[in-house]
């Protein structure tokens, strides 16, 4: 197949406000008696600089400085890279994330909600939803979504799950949850934002993994367009940008306080903000917005699609495909092999054909089709499953008795917040059972919580606990 990106219109140009300054400042150096020390690279090992390159140090800044702007308050190029954010995703107001969407959930807890109210809230919400609870103090109410247990994944939450929540709880400050979960199942969004409106709460949408959707037409809508009042997203997943810089959107209808969850933002935000970092973030959105990085994502869709139909020739590997009650993404490819549970699957990939996967988990692993990968990558992937199709390989894992994907339906004994300031012991693992969790655990990836601090700690939970010697208890 000819490589769509090479057709590439390059006259369309998309203004990068961010990215032009910093050009700006690279192109007309300063004498800089200012941070970070390494000054350029002059201050760094050798070995590192020539690893990275030294105009990648060059260029590694904070804001303030050589009229970058600044991103508390945001000013000049930031916030002008804000604001054409803002207008490509569909969003009122951006504000651009340091430390990945981690940042934006704990300031959707912080901001937004406060001790003695409650969050619905989903239970195979990311651990950093967790940590903005024990912050706010806000008390989680679970919502349990579908399982799919063939694929031991979570599934979609249901709006009537949501709306038996709201109807059984008053004092609800917002209803939190996440779309899509980690493997690309959606929920239905547009009916759990009607029911949000009618009983006048809040709707935060954790979209960590859905920064594409809003361009192209073959990918899901954006809970922004579907009537949520604010949604995360990571660009670093899967959007372009530099790990750990993320967007976090206020929908144009939305009635959250957002000064309040700005405030919230400065205060959790480093006060040394990587201008490389955010530079990512404009070009990550520049690009999605130009001809070339529509192709790019074209290409993710079509290359997803591709290996869906060649994984539908093969008898014993298989992938997951929307099927009743519940839609995916499709360029998140979720797949499992007769007889290999997904971690021996994943090593079979790594140690015989060089092959890295998203995650792994006990029944099957996650490959990410990438605006990144070429056509080549993926015949290569299709023709290493092929070869495990034929094989006979055996699985090796189930001797080490581990569960990977928590799918527990908590039994809750304390307040996550009392919990976690509580007084602790430390036991070890096989004395804890009937005991109170003290702490969160909540191995990454999937970032599920498997025990939260007030919780009752089962024999059921030991599966995932193989790699803890001891736990810490409630005293
Ligand atoms: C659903 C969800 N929300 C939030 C996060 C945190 O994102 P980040 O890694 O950008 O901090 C993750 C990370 O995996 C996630 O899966």
């Known amino acids: 197949m000819t490589d769509v990106i090479k057709k590439e219109n390059k006259s369309t140009k998309v203004k990068a406000p961010i990215v032009e300054a910093l050009k700006k400042a690279y192109e007309n150096p300063t004498y800089q008696f200012h941070i970070p020390g390494h000054t350029k690279g002059n201050g760094s090992l050798p070995e590192f600089r020539k690893l990275i390159g030294k105009k990648a140090l060059s260029l590694d800044t904070t804001d303030e400085f050589d009229n970058l702007g600044t991103l508390h308050p945001a000013t000049g190029p930031i916030k002008e890279a804000q604001e054409l954010a803002a207008k490509a995703f569909g969003a009122k107001k951006t504000f651009f994330l340091l430390n990945g969407s981690t940042i934006g959930n704990l300031a959707f807890a912080m901001g937004l909600t406060k001790k003695g109210q409650k969050i619905i809230i989903n239970r195979n919400c990311h651990r950093s939803a967790l940590a903005g609870m024990i912050i706010s103090g806000a008390d989680p109410v679970w919502v349990v979504p579908n399982r799919l247990e063939d694929w031991g994944i979570w599934g979609n939450i249901s709006p009537e799950s949501i709306e038996e929540a709201l109807k059984n709880n008053d004092n609800v400050g917002m209803v939190w949850i996440t779309n899509p979960t980690y493997e690309g199942v959606i929920s239905d969004i547009k009916s759990i934002a009607l029911i949000c409106k009618k009983h006048n709460v809040p709707l935060i949408v954790d979209e960590a993994h859905a920064s594409l959707w809003n361009f192209n037409d073959h990918l899901p809508e954006s809970a922004l367009k579907l009537g949520a009042d604010a949604v995360l997203h990571s660009l670093h997943k899967t959007g372009g940008s530099m790990s750990q810089s993320s967007m976090l959107h206020v929908a144009e209808n939305s009635k959250i306080d957002v000064a309040a969850l700005e405030k919230a933002l400065k205060l959790l935000h480093t006060t040394s903000p990587s201008m490389l970092l955010l530079a990512s973030l404009d070009a990550a959105r520049a690009n999605l917005e130009s001809q070339r990085g529509k192709k790019q994502l074209e ?18 590997i298989h992938h997951l495909q929307p099927d009743f009650g519940y839609k995916t993404d499709v360029t998140k490819v979720f797949i499992k092999a007769d007889g290999l549970s997904g971690k021996r699957l994943e090593s079979i990939l790594e140690i015989d054909f060089n092959i890295e996967v998203e995650s792994a988990s006990d029944e099957g692993l996650l490959l990410l089709s990438n605006m ?4 080549a990558d993926m015949q290569y992937l299709i023709k290493c499953l092929q070869k495990i199709d034929k094989s006979h390989y055996s699985d090796i894992c189930y001797l080490e008795n581990k569960k990977h994907m928590p799918m527990l ?3 809750i004994k304390m307040s996550l917040r009392d919990a976690y300031y509580s007084e602790k012991e430390t036991l070890a693992k096989d004395k804890c059972i009937g005991r109170i969790s003290g702490e969160v655990i909540a191995e ?12 009752l ?7 995932y606990l193989v790699d803890y010697d001891f736990i810490e208890v409630i005293k």
Do not use: F, Q
């Not at 990144?372 to 056509?375: D, E, V």
């Not at 990454?444 to 919780?455: F, K, S, T």
């Open 457 to 463: 700690i089962t024999e059921a939970h030991m599966p």
């Open 299 to 316: 290409r993710a869709v079509l290359n997803a699609k591709y290996l869906r139909r060649e994984i539908d020739k093969l008898e014993h």
């Open 444 to 455: 990454c990836p999937p970032g599920i919580a498997v025990l939260l601090p007030g919780e």
């Open 409 to 411: 339906s908590p039994i």
């Open 372 to 375: 990144g990968n070429t056509r």
